[in-house]
């Protein structure tokens, strides 16, 4: 997921040079939600290995 992130910000920064300014926005917008989302699901893991490893 990080991995989609860092594409649509590099392809959103690319056509902002290029100006196309409103699009390449909106891709630079598309790969912060994605971060967020990737953030999110390794912190809910991270609990959850932390969480059953005390169980063990």
Request: aromatic fraction near 16%.
């Amino acid at each position: 997921m990080f991995r989609w992130a860092l594409i649509f910000l590099v392809i959103g920064l690319v056509m902002a040079v290029l100006g196309f300014g409103g699009i390449g926005g909106a891709f630079i917008g598309i790969a912060k939600i994605l971060f967020y989302i990737a953030v999110a699901i390794f912190l809910i893991f991270l609990i959850l290995h932390l969480v059953g490893a005390r169980r063990i």
